[in-house]
């Protein structure tokens, strides 16, 4: 190259586009100085940080839950083109916006400006909780909406109101969007309702329309949705891209650069030799390796402008697709030629990575350079080596581009830093075989992945693609292999890896069961995960699944284009779309009350205008803290210190309890039992345990630093730490439980034990445990106030026991110490004492600093420090009679508590409750409540029941299994009559006719057709063969306290009314009971004004604890009601007061009387328009019990462990229902939560005992396509019930415990797998069928218990039969 190239080339570089960073935010024009940028700002930050526009929530910044989801629009000038689509604003880099335009949540439409169609009906289908989820759901939905429409490929004109959308698109609109509290039926109802083939009857209940009602009424009632406007793209944006008006500027000044040409990207690099330098495309890979985001780069450079890059080219040789063309774009080019069905297949296959929000920023090349730097888990490359793709290489410098095969390059040492990978050419592909005619000859190819979400949004416990050529060979009357390529990934290798030794061996091979036994064999050695890999076997099982679907469809001749009948493939589809039915009773006779009304906030919800703790804006001069937590279990504190004892950028200070002022003590929580520390001080007792408090001048900043503090631990002269519960057993390592909380027995153990005919001695059951997963991390903002007072917003459920947690902690009276709640993102208990010391380190670093202080947990940080549920381990013996029916019972249950108190000594009576939902005859209940050197665990939705109400069932199973009795007989057997009840529960029980159970029961029958849909189940098992089915129902008793309760309501002059309760708005609809309450009890008043015009007027105001005291929790599902009735006192108080008031009134004007002028009379007479009581509940209202069903029926694919959950009926005593739109929403959604801690979540943790599932990419919970697809709720009305809340029941935590059905249902599924197996094996007695099916069942667990070679056993036993052996 000449000198004079060079400079050209090196002038060319600098020519950097503009140096201003130009976009909109909802139509805001926003201008930076791009060298005032830090270039690893990500979107979320600026957007929350910089602008008012809070809709964008941090639940995971990993892309893992789609909180942060917003609309990114681009403008192509030269086509007057605009695109939307989503991205993952946490991953998002700031100066990769340039000249784009945001639309958030609060941009698609608000309060002011009005709310759009899309947060309307999320509001109308009752599809927001604790809303934290919502703005992101709303704008992903917005998106499918808008992309459905600008699709060509849509003939059928939608109705009015309603978009091109299909039902089906809208089940995948939010697929890649997390909900804890939902279930997501009522989001994808709402979604469905803008599908123009959705028919409005088959959606759920909603505040729209009434099931059976007019069709047309219906639709006019649903908010207008316009198809043809476009996404509006702002003016002033499109003319300044027209303009480019590009200034010339030195890129040294910037950090940021986006070249055009490959010579400029040179220049670039030139400029800068060190090894800082970082090229850019999507910026998705930060989500998975999050230690990215923390180093510092001096430049990053955008390669997403580079035109070799974005190419797209398809000729006779093949598909040539740009590194940087997303993995969104690829799915749409590979599907054009829509008859290559392999470009197809890859394009399916692709449908699955991540999520649409991840895949339309993520690009081919970036997800490429994962795998091939840093061994990345990647399904691309695995279908891509399948497909015998090729890649074009570029090393800067040479201007040389190099073309290698994919598996060659993934085995090339890591790619330079520097170096391009520039595109990938997937080739046509076409018959080896010469002369071969085309009809015999045929070219296969299919990919396969496991994971645990079927639409994506989880890595997959092994991917592969395989493509083969084969033909029908006459001669052996089969099919024969000319030539096969085996690529299989993501099980725990350096990258994705061909079975050579296994396609050597099939080459010229006809397919039979004999050869697919020994490829199987030979299989078995090459694909073995790493050493560490989780789940090793269930991984290679895969592999051998895999290979047989794909060559064992071949196995007789002729089928080569479906499925072979022989092997039973046919029933390998996926299921139908989801569908719900609900059948709810609405009452009038306390109107509001009792309507289906929508949520308080919903709307603001959806809009993303509703104010959690973290979108109050920081005062001034606030700084952040995060917390610095032990990794060992047992050890001395030698020092905390930073790496390199360097003070990192924006510290300020490290907070530990030697900063605990005078007269404060070093606690993290009061209000239950023993107070737990704060902060460790010499000795941390379990990893997770929190040693200190790191404050500094961001978020950011302090997430980073914390990383770089290094703690040094000393175990000299320390006792092993326990890690088990036999270790705490046998040293004795025990919480105390209170006598009052000790568990009592029922009736004559040794009576019951000798009256049983048969006995199970010694069985063992372990259960393990489950994080919150609240979509709103741990979060408070402390500041401080005048004469050593402090101001407090915390996201918790507890606000009395923070204040008290933080007065103590200070040292200061509780009267300097206010907390304000006002709404939380999800607690489930999570934030009940977990929240206190988050509240409390804030406010004693604010107290050091004499500054505000706030924190934000991240994900990692509040998934290891909080705990979550009881891990137990139950030893029981059991007696019972020949038909089943259970004379005794007796359970040792050890209960881990972790390294302190916390609410464990509670457990035991949770348990034994739920577990007491069957007549066990005689009951002798021991549990130990051991401390270990673990991290501390609390109270997660139905704390102690939903353990007890399984075990039960497991203990049922067993008996049924052991005297061979159909399970469900066992089940009715054992149900309690009302005296047994009696027995069991004292006077919790009630009176006879509350005792509803039975009735559920035998309705259940016919709700879900269970008797007839049994004897289908039997018959498809009898005719599938890798598929198995299992249906059962099972019973869930719960018995909850209500508490005493304060409650204010006050009247305004204009006759608005303040309604204050100490219950916190955490999802559960506790606004919305209190709200209809108060509107029912004024408008006993009987003025002109009715009670649902009172409803408009009443607002649930924030908790504040120097406002309102005595606050308690928010917690054990009765806070609704007890605060309901708490503002119903009030409001019988102030109606008493009006009444005298409103008679003169009526009497002077000798007519009706309007509420706002009988409030500005009682004014005028100074009437106290504020009244505060207390409800306390009396001796028959205190305890009471819940009842409910559910019957879920399931289908295991034995091949690779998937559940699915074909349908789930619920029928849920909820008295006279408040609110039946809001107990629908509680009941859905803790069957949810509840089916994620039967089926999916894994909370694990290493031998050290710090939990090692700490992000979206290993905790998964229950996403839209892993729910019911049909789902069905009845709320029994069962009328009047004198002790409680105008008759109204519980609902937020007993229906978890109805999740049970579903794993029972495997348990069967696996059985008839099992009893397959047994047919296939010599040993006819040889399979165990009473095995306890472990907690959460995953589909590695069914897997195995399905047998992992299961396939083998399956072949060998084909083999034998033909030759007759
Ligand atoms: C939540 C989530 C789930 C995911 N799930 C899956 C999954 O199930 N299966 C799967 O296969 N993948 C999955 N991925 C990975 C995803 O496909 C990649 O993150 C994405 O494709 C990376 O592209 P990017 O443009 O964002 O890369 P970037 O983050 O911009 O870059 C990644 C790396 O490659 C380098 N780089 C990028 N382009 C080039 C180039 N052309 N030449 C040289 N170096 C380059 C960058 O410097 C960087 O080091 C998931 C990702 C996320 C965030
Ligand atoms: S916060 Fe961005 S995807 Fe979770
Ligand atoms: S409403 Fe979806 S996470 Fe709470």
């Given at each position: ?5 060079v400079?050209?080339e ?8 503009k140096?201003p960073l ?12 791009l060298?005032?940028v830090?270039?690893?700002t990500?979107?979320?930050d ?6 008012p ?13 789609g ?5 990114l629009s681009k ?7 605009v695109?939307?689509?989503?991205v993952?604003?946490?991953?998002t ?5 340039d000249?784009c335009?945001i ?9 002011r ?16 909780q604790?809303?934290f989820c919502?703005?992101?759901m709303s704008?992903s939905?917005?998106s ?6 600008k699709?060509s490929?849509h003939?059928l004109?939608p109705?009015?109101?309603?978009s ?14 997390l ?6 039926r ?11 083939d959705a028919?409005?009857?088959d959606?759920g209940?909603?505040?729209?329309c ?10 006019k ?8 406007k ?9 003319k ?8 010339e500027?030195?890129?040294r000044k910037?950090?940021?650069s986006?070249p055009?040409s490959?010579?400029e990207?040179q220049?670039l ?8 330098v ?6 998705t890979?930060t989500g998975?390796y ?10 990053f450079?955008d390669i997403r ?16 697709l ?12 590979l599907?054009?030629k ?6 197809a297949?890859?394009a ?6 991540a ?10 090349g970036?997800?490429i350079?994962?795998?091939?730097r840093?061994?990345f888990?990647s399904?691309l ?28 390059f993934l ?5 330079e830093?520097?170096?391009?990978l520039?595109?990938l ?5 076409r018959?080896l075989?010469?002369?071969s ?6 070219l296969l ?6 994971a645990?979400r ?5 890595l997959?416990?092994?991917?592969a ?11 052996h009357d089969g099919?024969v292999v000319n030539?096969c ?6 099980y725990g ?10 396609e050597?061996?099939?080459v010229?091979?006809?397919i039979?069961?004999?050869?697919l036994?020994e490829?199987?064999g ?7 995960p790493?050493?560490?890999?989780l789940?090793?076997?269930y991984?290679s099982?895969?592999a051998v699944?895999f290979?047989f ?21 046919e029933?390998?589809?996926r ?10 009773v ?6 509001p009350?009792?309507?289906?009304i929508v949520k308080?906030?919903?709307?603001l ?13 920081s005062p001034e001069n606030?700084?952040y ?7 060992m279990?047992?050890a001395?504190?030698?020092s905390?210190r930073f ?5 990192p ?11 605990i002022?005078?007269?404060g003590?070093?606690?993290?929580n009061k209000g ?7 902060f ?15 404050v500094a001048?961001?978020q950011k900043?302090a997430?980073i630093?914390v990383?770089?503090?290094v703690?040094?631990y000393?175990t ?15 040293k ?13 027995p029922?009736g ?7 009256e ?7 069985s ?5 445990s489950?994080y919150f997963?609240?979509?709103?991390t741990q979060?408070a903002l ?8 402090m101001l407090v ?5 507890a606000?009395?026991?923070v204040h ?6 200070l040292g ?7 907390v304000?709640?006002?709404?939380v993102g999800?607690g489930?208990?999570g934030?009940v004492?977990?929240s ?5 380190a ?5 107290t050091k ?7 934000y ?5 509040d ?18 009679k020949s038909n ?7 359970l040792?249950?050890?209960?881990d ?6 609410i464990?000594?509670l457990?035991p009576?949770g ?12 009951l002798?209940?021991n549990?130990k409540v ?6 501390s ?14 075990i039960?069932e497991?203990i049922?199973?067993?008996?049924a ?5 159909d ?17 069991f529960?004292n ?23 269970f008797?007839?849909r049994?004897k ?14 299992g249906i059962?129902?099972v019973?869930?008793?719960y018995g909850?306290s209500?508490r005493?309760t304060?409650?204010?309501?006050s009247v ?6 303040v309604?204050?309760?100490p219950?916190?708005e955490?999802?559960?609809?506790l606004?919305?009971k ?7 009890s004024?408008?006993?008043i ?9 409803l408009?007027k009443?607002?649930?105001i ?9 606050g308690?929790?928010?917690?054990g ?14 409001c ?11 008679a003169a009134?009526e009497?002077?004007t000798?007519?009706?009387?309007s509420?706002d002028s009988l409030?500005?009379?009682a004014?005028m007479q ?10 306390s509940?009396?001796l028959?209202?205190t305890?009471?019990l819940?009842?409910g ?14 559940t699915t959950v074909l349908r789930?009926?619920?029928i849920?005593?909820c008295g006279k ?12 959604g ?8 039967f ?7 290493n031998s050290d005992g ?7 990419w290993t905790?998964k919970?229950?996403?839209?396509d892993t729910i019911?697809?049909q789902?069905?709720?009845e ?5 009047h ?9 519980a609902?937020?935590?007993?229906p ?8 029972c249902?495997?348990r069967?599924?696996?059985k008839e797998?099992n009893?397959?197996?047994q047919?296939w ?7 165990d069928?009473?095995f ?14 399905c047998?992992l070679n299961?396939v083998?056993k399956?072949?060998d036993?084909k083999i034998?039969?033909r030759?007759?052996?």
């Amino acid at each position: 190259m000449g000198e004079k190239k060079v400079i050209e080339e090196k002038e060319e570089a600098m020519k950097i586009k503009k140096t201003p960073l130009v976009f909109a935010v909802n139509g805001e024009r926003f201008e930076l100085d791009l060298s005032s940028v830090d270039p690893s700002t990500t979107l979320i930050d600026f957007l929350r940080n910089k602008t008012p526009f809070k809709s964008v929530k941090l639940g995971c910044g990993e892309g893992g839950c789609g909180a942060c989801v917003v609309l990114l629009s681009k403008y192509d000038p030269l086509l007057d083109k605009v695109d939307d689509y989503t991205v993952s604003s946490c991953l998002t880099l700031l100066c990769s916006i340039d000249g784009c335009s945001i639309t958030t949540s609060e941009g698609l439409g608000n309060s002011r400006a009005g709310f759009h169609a899309v947060h309307e009906r999320i509001a109308g289908f009752h599809a927001t909780q604790c809303g934290f989820c919502t703005p992101g759901m709303s704008v992903s939905m917005f998106s499918a909406l808008s992309n459905a429409d600008k699709s060509s490929s849509h003939d059928l004109p939608p109705r009015n109101g309603s978009s091109n959308l299909t039902a089906a698109e809208a089940e995948k609109a939010v697929s890649g969007n997390l909900c804890r509290c939902t279930g997501y039926r009522p989001l994808v109802d709402a979604c469905k309702s803008f599908a123009k083939d959705a028919d409005i009857e088959d959606l759920g209940f909603n505040s729209f329309c009434k099931k059976g009602g007019d069709r047309d009424e219906a639709l006019k009632n649903l908010p207008c949705y316009d198809h043809t406007k476009p996404t509006t793209f702002p003016e002033f944006l499109k003319k300044e891209l027209k303009m480019d008006m590009s200034l010339e500027s030195d890129p040294r000044k910037y950090r940021w650069s986006s070249p055009g040409s490959i010579s400029e990207l040179q220049g670039l690099l030139q400029l800068d030799n060190s090894m800082y330098v970082k090229l850019v495309a999507g910026n998705t890979s930060t989500g998975y390796y999050k230690e990215e985001k923390e180093r510092k780069y001096s430049r990053f450079i955008d390669i997403r402008r580079l035109p070799e890059l974005t190419v797209v080219r398809r000729d006779e040789k093949g598909v040539e697709l740009g590194a940087a063309v997303t993995i969104s774009k690829a799915i749409e080019v590979l599907r054009e030629k829509e008859n290559v069905s392999m470009l197809a297949k890859l394009a399916n296959h692709m449908e699955k990575i991540a999520s649409r929000f991840v895949r339309n920023t993520g690009t081919l090349g970036g997800n490429i350079m994962m795998a091939q730097r840093k061994q990345f888990p990647s399904d691309l490359t695995t279908i891509l080596v399948a497909a015998r793709a090729t890649v074009k290489i570029m090393s800067i410098g040479s201007n040389v581009q190099e073309q290698f095969t994919l598996e060659e390059f993934l085995q090339q040492p890591p790619l330079e830093a520097k170096s391009l990978l520039v595109s990938l050419v997937i080739p046509s592909w076409r018959p080896l075989k010469n002369g071969s005619s085309s009809s015999d000859t045929h070219l296969l190819f299919e990919t396969y992945r496991a994971a645990p979400r079927p639409l994506g949004n989880a890595l997959a416990f092994l991917n592969a693609a395989f493509s083969a050529e084969v033909s029908l060979n006459a001669t052996h009357d089969g099919v024969v292999v000319n030539d096969c390529l085996l690529a299989f990934g993501a099980y725990g290798t350096k990258h994705a890896h061909r079975a050579r030794k296994v396609e050597d061996f099939l080459v010229g091979k006809v397919i039979s069961d004999e050869v697919l036994m020994e490829a199987i064999g030979l299989l078995k050695d090459e694909i073995v995960p790493d050493k560490g890999t989780l789940n090793p076997g269930y991984r290679s099982s895969l592999a051998v699944t895999f290979l047989f679907e794909f060559f064992g469809s071949l196995t007789t001749n002729g089928l080569l284009n479906g499925c072979s009948k022989e092997n039973g493939f046919e029933s390998l589809k996926r299921e139908a779309m989801l569908s719900s039915a609900q059948q709810i009773v609405e009452t009038q006779e306390h109107s509001p009350v009792g309507k289906g009304i929508v949520k308080a906030g919903a709307k603001l919800q959806a809009s993303g205008e509703a104010v959690y703790v973290d979108d109050i804006p920081s005062p001034e001069n606030c700084l952040y803290g995060a917390f610095i937590y032990s990794t060992m279990p047992l050890a001395r504190i030698k020092s905390i210190r930073f790496k390199e004892n360097r003070v990192p950028e924006g510290v300020l200070g490290i907070v530990t309890y030697k900063d605990i002022p005078k007269g404060g003590q070093n606690v993290g929580n009061k209000g239950f039992f023993a107070s737990d520390l704060l902060f460790a001080e010499e000795i941390t007792h379990g990893a997770g345990e929190i040693i200190a408090f790191l404050v500094a001048e961001s978020q950011k900043l302090a997430d980073i630093a914390v990383n770089l503090v290094v703690i040094d631990y000393d175990t000299e002269g320390l006792e092993p730490p326990i890690l088990s519960l036999e270790e705490a057993v046998e040293k004795s390592s025990l919480f105390e439980i209170p006598p009052f909380l000790k568990s009592k027995p029922v009736g004559d153990i040794t009576k019951g034990m000798a009256e049983a005919e048969h006995k199970i001695l010694g069985s063992k059951i372990s259960l393990g445990s489950q994080y919150f997963f609240y979509m709103e991390t741990q979060t408070a903002l402390a500041v401080p106030d005048e004469d050593n007072c402090m101001l407090v917003y915390s996201s918790t459920q507890a606000p009395e026991y923070v204040h008290r947690t933080i007065a103590g902690c200070l040292g200061v009276p509780e009267h300097n110490v206010r907390v304000i709640t006002r709404r939380v993102g999800g607690g489930f208990g999570g934030k009940v004492m977990k929240s206190m010391p988050v509240a409390a380190a804030c406010a004693l670093a604010a107290t050091k600093m004499q500054r505000p202080v706030r924190t934000y947990v991240n994900r990692k940080t509040d998934m290891i420090t909080t705990g979550g549920r009881h891990p137990m381990k139950i030893t029981y013996s059991v007696g019972f009679k020949s038909n089943g029916k259970v004379t005794a019972l007796d359970l040792e249950l050890l209960l881990d508590a972790g390294l302190s108190e916390d609410i464990s000594p509670l457990m035991p009576s949770g348990i034994q409750g739920a577990l007491m939902k069957y007549d066990w005859g005689a009951l002798s209940f021991n549990v130990k409540v051991c401390k270990t050197n673990t991290v501390s665990r609390t109270a997660v939705r139905a704390p102690g029941d939903v353990q007890g109400s399984y075990i039960a069932e497991a203990i049922i199973e067993k008996v049924a299994s052991y005297l061979s009795i159909d399970v469900d007989e066992i089940r009715k057997v054992n149900l309690h009559a009302y005296e047994s009840l009696k027995l069991f529960y004292n006077k919790k029980a009630g009176e006879a006719t509350e005792y509803t159970l039975p009735q559920l029961w035998e309705k259940l029958d016919k709700f879900s057709g269970f008797s007839q849909r049994r004897k289908v189940v039997d018959e498809f098992n009898a005719s599938s063969k890798w598929r198995k089915r299992g249906i059962s129902r099972v019973p869930a008793v719960y018995g909850v306290s209500m508490r005493l309760t304060p409650g204010r309501v006050s009247v305004l002059s204009d006759g608005s009314i303040v309604v204050e309760v100490p219950g916190i708005e955490i999802g559960q609809g506790l606004w919305t009971k209190v709200k209809q309450m108060a509107a029912f009890s004024l408008g006993l008043i009987h003025c002109s004004t009715t009670s649902d015009e009172l409803l408009e007027k009443i607002r649930v105001i924030q908790t504040d604890t120097l406002s309102m005291v005595q606050g308690s929790v928010t917690g054990g599902s009765t806070t609704s009601e007890a605060s309901s009735e708490a503002v119903r006192i009030c409001c019988d108080g102030l109606v008493e007061r009006l009444l005298p008031v409103k008679a003169a009134l009526e009497e002077k004007t000798g007519g009706p009387v309007s509420w706002d002028s009988l409030i500005s009379q009682a004014y005028m007479q100074s009437v106290n328009m504020s009244v505060s009581n207390t409800y306390s509940p009396d001796l028959y209202s205190t305890q009471y019990l819940n009842y409910g069903v559910a019957a879920s029926e399931v289908e295991v694919n034995i091949l690779t462990g998937e559940t699915t959950v074909l349908r789930t009926d619920i029928i849920y005593d909820c008295g006279k229902s408040l609110n039946p739109a809001v107990d629908l929403g509680q009941i859905e959604g803790a069957f949810v939560q509840g089916l994620g801690f039967f089926m999916l979540e894994e909370y694990l943790m290493n031998s050290d005992g710090l939990i090692v599932t700490d992000s979206t990419w290993t905790y998964k919970i229950p996403t839209v396509d892993t729910i019911p697809r049909q789902f069905n709720v009845e709320i029994l009305n069962s009328g009047h019930h004198k002790n409680r809340v105008l008759s109204s029941k519980a609902s937020g935590e007993p229906p978890l415990l109805l999740a049970a059905s579903v794993h029972c249902a495997v348990r069967a599924a696996v059985k008839e797998a099992n009893k397959q197996i047994q047919t296939w094996s010599n040993n006819q007695q040889g399979v165990d069928m009473s095995f306890d099916l472990p907690v959460p069942a995953t589909m590695a667990v069914v897997k195995e218990f399905c047998g992992l070679n299961v396939v083998e056993k399956y072949l060998d036993w084909k083999i034998k039969q033909r030759k007759n052996i």
